[in-house]
């Protein structure tokens, strides 16, 4: 099976402050991996898919880049809307969905 | 407006068996792929099982397989996890998806099951 590394588990920032998150995979997944952002309480909401496309109605502060093993994701400027914890999600077409372990963001 | 409802979580015992549905709403459901994610504090999210538009494709985690079977009915736009033989390992909260192939689009609430005796 293919792993996935997320770094890093938690962060802390500032209001404005940009963001960055990592995911890397065991091996080459293409463009095969997706961002999640998930509040306390709540379900998570896909952000970025296949990389760097942008679900529906997501805020363009969020982008996503990256192919093969290193992947990245990007909150160019953070809102208070935006503390959450963060999961990539990867898929290779034979074992399912396989998640990251989270990055929480919060205030500092 | 997508909406994924899901219910019939609860309290089982070990060894006992609850089944999970999910109602859904705003598209085409019979158009889809649909998927449950479970997530416990200690694990994160883990996905659980997806099945394919007509249901004759069926995937599961390694951990759940001859224990959980996803299925659907498209006529009624309904969503079925049979989850048997619990463990206190499968406590966790239960998301319904629309997707699994690839990603998870929308999500439901989830549903709460706890095994504990």
């Known amino acids: 099976d293919i792993q996935m590394t997320q770094s890093p588990s938690s962060l802390s920032a500032s209001e404005g402050d940009r963001v960055t998150i990592t995911c890397q995979a065991s091996?080459?997944?293409?463009?095969?991996l997706n961002w999640y952002q998930q509040k306390p309480g709540r379900a998570p909401k896909l952000l970025i898919y296949?990389?760097?496309t942008m679900h529906t109605g997501v805020p363009s502060r969020f982008s996503g880049s990256g192919s093969g093993t290193d992947f990245t994701f990007t909150i160019s400027s953070l809102q208070p809307e935006d503390f959450a914890t963060y999961y990539c999600?990867?898929?290779?077409?034979?074992?399912?969905?396989?998640f990251g372990g989270g990055t929480k963001v919060e205030i500092k | 407006e997508v909406q994924l409802v899901e219910s019939g979580g609860g309290l089982v015992q070990p060894g006992g068996s609850l089944r999970l549905s999910c109602a859904a709403s705003?598209?085409?459901?019979?158009?889809?792929?649909m998927t449950w994610v479970r997530q416990t504090p200690g694990t994160g999210l883990e996905w659980v099982a997806s099945?394919?538009?007509?249901?004759?494709?069926?995937y599961y985690l390694d951990s759940v397989k001859g224990r959980f079977t996803i299925s659907r009915d498209n006529a009624k736009s309904s969503l079925f996890l049979q989850l048997n033989s619990l463990r206190v390992a499968d406590t966790a909260v239960y998301y319904c998806?629309?997707?699994?192939?690839?990603?998870?689009?929308?999500w439901g609430h989830g549903a709460l099951v706890t095994v504990s005796s």
């Open positions: 091996q080459d997944i293409r463009n095969h």
């Open positions: 998806g629309r997707g699994g192939r690839t990603k998870v689009s929308y």
């Open positions: 296949d990389a760097s």
């Open positions: 999600q990867l898929y290779d077409g034979v074992a399912g969905l396989t």
């Open positions: 705003g598209f085409t459901f019979s158009g889809y792929w």
């Open positions: 099945i394919n538009e007509g249901g004759s494709e069926k």
